[in-house]
């Protein structure tokens, strides 16, 4: 389980003094226990993973925010938080096998207008190993060409 990975490396972390790569792991950590409160069970590695990609997402926005602003020491420390989210999801998606994946979507749909509908079948599809703003900006990408 991810969950009892986290735990595993923030005993190690802890052991090697690694106070930044602790940091991290302890707010996820938090962030999962949280999570199981709200829900009152114990999370499957899916529902873990989730929680991982939200907390993905906001470490890349606040990469972006902090690149605006020309803040490049707090970029550096995002993206190693960054990298140590991404170890504990799985890998992710080929952008040929999304592609594919995308394509056999559109083939059976009829309707192709409800952008939002395509994505949410997409990402369904995915399972949490690709990017949903990938999946969205390729998606448009085709439709824009077709």
């Not at 106070?19 to 792991?25: A, D, G, H, I």
């Not at 490049?72 to 995002?78: G, P, Q, R, S």
């Not at 952008?95 to 083939?107: C, F, K, P, R």
């Not at 079948?121 to 190993?129: A, D, E, P, W």
């Amino acid at each position: 389980m991810i969950k009892n990975d986290i735990e595993q490396s923030i005993i190690k972390a802890l052991k090697e003094r690694n106070t930044s790569e602790l940091k991290v792991l302890r707010f996820v950590l938090s962030e999962i226990k949280y999570a199981e409160i709200n829900q009152q069970k114990d999370l499957f590695d899916e529902e873990v993973s989730s929680i991982l990609q939200k907390e993905l997402k906001k470490r890349k926005e606040a990469i972006e925010l902090f690149k605006k602003v020309d803040k490049n020491d707090l970029v550096k420390d995002e993206e190693k938080q960054l990298t140590v989210i991404q170890r504990y999801l799985p890998a992710q998606m080929a952008e040929e096998e999304l592609n594919q994946i995308i394509d056999q979507t559109l083939s059976g749909l009829t309707d192709t207008s409800n952008i939002g509908k395509i994505i949410g079948l997409v990402v369904s599809q995915t399972k949490g190993r690709a990017d949903g703003s990938l999946v969205a900006t390729l998606i448009k990408q085709k439709l824009s060409s077709a």
